[in-house]
Nanobody
């Protein structure tokens, strides 16, 4: 199994930027894909962005052009660069890894809080 620890959240004003990090440990060689998710108060958790080996990254429509997902394999860390943040981006952000075939590699962690003020 793989263990992920999210960090990098904070409070920013609208238009600001944050870079979230997701440090992986354990059987990191098994990570074939990973995704960033978020959950706002009173809402379901949703996938924000995803990256899979050999495929183009995926973004939900509301973050296209503002968020960038990436991975540093040498450091076993995944990132989510978030620019031009909006109040509706306020949520707890989580990362999740997947093996070949889409099997989940980790349980949900504590996430990292992102708060964007108008």
């Amino acid at each position: 199994q793989v263990h992920f620890v999210e960090s990098g959240g904070g409070s920013v004003q609208a238009g600001g930027s944050l870079r979230l990090s997701c440090k992986a440990s354990g059987a990191t060689v098994s990570i074939n894909a990973f995704g960033w998710y978020r959950q706002a108060p009173g809402k379901d958790r949703e996938m924000v962005a995803a990256s899979s080996t050999g495929s183009n990254p995926y973004y939900i429509e509301s973050v296209k052009g503002r968020f960038t997902i990436s991975r540093d394999t040498a450091d076993d860390t995944m990132y989510l660069q978030m620019n031009n943040l909006k109040p509706e981006d306020t949520a707890v952000y989580y990362c999740k890894g997947y093996g070949v075939g889409g099997s989940s590699l980790n349980d949900w962690g504590q996430g990292t809080q992102v708060t964007v003020s108008a």
